[in-house]
């Protein structure tokens, strides 16, 4: 990871779609925050190529006060690993019910599959940590914190 104070910053649609919204008060919070700092206490995470990795909100803050925000540049082997740190970078910071942690990590299931095969292809050959597509539902519970049952539920839902 480098640090850097300019590199030209990007929104990519599919990552801020990921992003849930943050409610009025939040959203007034986080800005009186960067405000009160004098800028950003957090850096945005940014791709070799300046897209938002984490750090929509803060972003959007800091373009309001007039702030030049503070950028941190991580880059990743393949587009799925970076799609999967984007989601797991918002389960980790969200007061999320159940339900809405569930529903985000299930974005990751077609990453995960995508992941699985391509491990697949390499024959063994990849990784020590192969997992069969099987599991794949296990794993999103994992990364949501609930059962692998709690898991397909709520895929269940959102699919009717």
Do not use: W
């Amino acid at each position: 990871m480098t640090s850097s104070s300019n590199p030209q910053v990007k929104i990519n649609p599919e990552y801020a779609s990921l992003v849930s919204e943050l409610s009025v008060e939040e959203y007034k919070s986080l800005k009186q925050s960067i405000k009160k700092e004098n800028g950003l206490y957090v850096p945005i995470i940014v791709n070799q190529n300046g897209i938002i990795l984490d750090g929509h909100h803060r972003y959007k803050a800091c373009q309001e006060l007039g702030i030049e925000p503070k950028t941190l540049v991580r880059e990743f082997k393949d587009k799925l690993d970076e799609q999967l740190f984007v989601i797991d970078c918002n389960l980790i910071r969200r007061q999320l019910n159940n339900f809405q942690r569930t529903e985000l990590a299930l974005k990751s299931k077609p990453i995960l599959e995508a992941i699985v095969k391509r491990n697949e292809s390499l024959g063994g050959k990849g990784g020590r940590n192969l997992t069969p597509l099987g599991r794949v539902d296990e794993m999103i519970g994992e990364r949501a914190g609930v059962s692998r049952d709690t898991v397909r539920k709520v895929e269940k839902i959102l699919e009717n």
